[in-house]
């Protein structure tokens, strides 16, 4: 059983990002897409159109945050007879693929009450875990008769001492806003394979990334941490005089690098003049 917290009113984004176009499908249906075909799903929030089978519930405190979400859906799935239950997002694109990952991890742990993600920076993620029945039962009696309308997700799940499991990036990524969204975007574009071939080749020790608009280079960075496991995001600056943004990105495995560095600019047109010693150019996705 899969339940998928879809409400929320998108004010970060502007607009309904559930319904946003995202690499040519909305956004709720890329997090449900990694659901294995034959898994049941609950979707805590408005009814809409998407392209599996679901079950919609209304939340139960709209506007309660989603903790009250969390809590409605698994009410809604301790109405079956589903003895493992997932939560995600449905703002994660990538959240239906980890789910999967967390139920395979969950059945090799048949004495544990469940497992957690953890993203890359070690960072648990409250709204992502797979749970046995009677940890959902204890997260419902803990939830109260206020059933988690404006609690925290992370105080009411943390007392279940759910097992980490750390994800790639893509898995626990979640999109709030437009920037976000071109991250995730770009992870598939040209630019980003040709960073990625060059790692290959190159096995630098740090990428460092320059750009023109502070936004794009921003974009780059994340699209090649969400492409590619094995890279965590270092410092950034901007030299206005020069009209260009660098970024750093750092590998976790500095005793495997065969280059020190590897210098990467990201072109668009009207853009400066380009620096000095660049190894790769890359067009603006």
Partial sequence: ????????ASRRYGADKLAADVVGAPLLDRAVAGLAGDRRVIIVGPARTI????????????????AAAMITGLRAALATPAELITVHPGD????????????????????????????QSGQEQPLQFAIRRPAAER????????????????????PLGLTQVELAAAETWDIDTPDQHRAWAWRDSPAVRQILAAID?????????????????????????????????GPSKSAASAGWTTAVLLTDD????????LRIALRSVGDPLGPDGV??????P
């Fill in 139 to 158: 997260l419902i009696e803990a939830a109260g008769a206020e059933g988690g309308a404006n609690a925290s997700a992370r105080r009411l799940v943390l």
């Fill in 254 to 261: 500095p005793a495997s690098a065969r280059t020190s560095a």
């Fill in 279 to 284: 190894d790769l150019w890359v067009n603006v």
């Fill in 92 to 119: 994660a694109p990538g959240g239906g693929t980890a789910a999967e990952t967390l139920l395979a991890r969950l059945a090799e742990l048949p004495d544990e009450a469940g497992v957690i993600a953890v993203d």
């Fill in 51 to 66: 392209g599996r089978p679901v079950e919609f519930v209304a939340d139960d405190h709209p506007g309660g945050g989603p």
């Fill in 201 to 233: 080749a190159e096995a630098p020790a740090k990428l460092i990334l320059l750009g023109a608009e502070p936004a794009a280079v921003t974009a780059l960075v994340r699209a090649v941490v969400l492409a590619r496991r094995g890279f965590v995001a």
């Fill in 1 to 8: 059983m899969a339940v998928v917290l879809a409400g929320g």
